[in-house]
Antibody, heavy 122, light 113 residues
Framework: EVQLVESGGGLAQPGRSLRLSCAAS????????MHWIRQVPGKGLEWVSL????????MYADSVEGRFTVSRDNAKNSLYLQMNSLRPEDTALYYC???????????????WGQGTLVTVSS | DIVMTQSPDSLAVSLGERATINCKSS????????????LAWLQQRPGQPPKLLIY???TRESGVPDRFSGSGSGTDFTLTISSLQAEDVAVYYC?????????FGQGTRLEIK
């Protein structure tokens, strides 16, 4: 069974940092690209970042470019999101999401974690 | 970025009746080289993460009941639930994966009448 378990969310002050983690199991992690997608509670979905199977292709939404860094450790079956210079508008539930393919572009997203809540407030 | 617009924003349907949700993209998500529409439908039940229902506009994900069907091509798409069940109460999203960033519709809230 595919499982994606996010952690690392919490309360952070504006300008501070948080690091999210996603532990993957139940599939061959390095066969798949991965994404971070966020959702303000009660609102819609916003794609944040993607990383291909070998970290060769990495992309970010304009809203986080230069502040967030995605990475993965295939040996540990883990995905990460380093979030720096946090803003109140980054407040959201952050989902770890599996891409059906290894490359990360042009394929659908087939499994979602439960999410970890990030709140940015003073 | 491709803008995805769903209609209606909310919908109330009686149990056993048909529910129809529409999705329009600001540009075509049909890739002519393989004749595939890069369009997915997701279901988000209350308190749950989104779940993939349909991809390539009309292919049901494994385990999804056959009362769910997707249709359309190019810029106009439809999700149909042929006979609404109580467990179908959810917010439904369309999503394009034709180009990065992948973008989502604003969601359609489906309730029981």
């Amino acid at each position: 069974e595919v499982q994606l378990v996010e952690s690392g969310g919490g309360l952070a002050q504006p300008g501070r940092s948080l690091r999210l983690s996603c532990a993957a199991s139940g599939f061959t992690f390095n066969d798949h690209a991965m994404h971070w997608i966020r959702q303000v509670p009660g609102k819609g979905l916003e794609w944040v970042s993607l990383i291909s199977w070998n970290s060769g292709s990495i992309m970010y939404a304009d809203s986080v470019e230069g502040r967030f860094t995605v990475s993965r450790d295939n040996a540990k079956n883990s995905l990460y999101l380093q979030m720096n210079s946090l803003r109140p508008e980054d407040t959201a539930l952050y989902y770890c999401v599996r891409d059906h393919s290894s490359g990360g572009s042009g394929w659908y997203f087939d499994y979602w974690g439960q999410g970890t809540l990030v709140t940015v407030s003073s | 970025d491709i803008v995805m617009t769903q209609s209606p924003d909310s919908l109330a349907v009686s149990l056993g009746e048909r529910a129809t949700i529409n999705c329009k993209s600001s540009q075509s998500v049909l890739y002519s080289a393989n004749d595939k529409d890069y369009l997915a439908w997701l279901q988000q039940r209350p308190g749950q993460p989104p779940k993939l229902l349909i991809y390539w506009a009309s292919t049901r994900e494994s385990g999804v009941p056959d009362r769910f069907s997707g249709s359309g091509s190019g810029t106009d798409f439809t999700l149909t639930i042929s006979s609404l069940q109580a467990e179908d109460v959810a917010v439904y999203y369309c999503q394009q994966y034709y180009s990065t960033p992948s973008t989502f519709g604003q969601g359609t809230r489906l309730e029981i009448k």
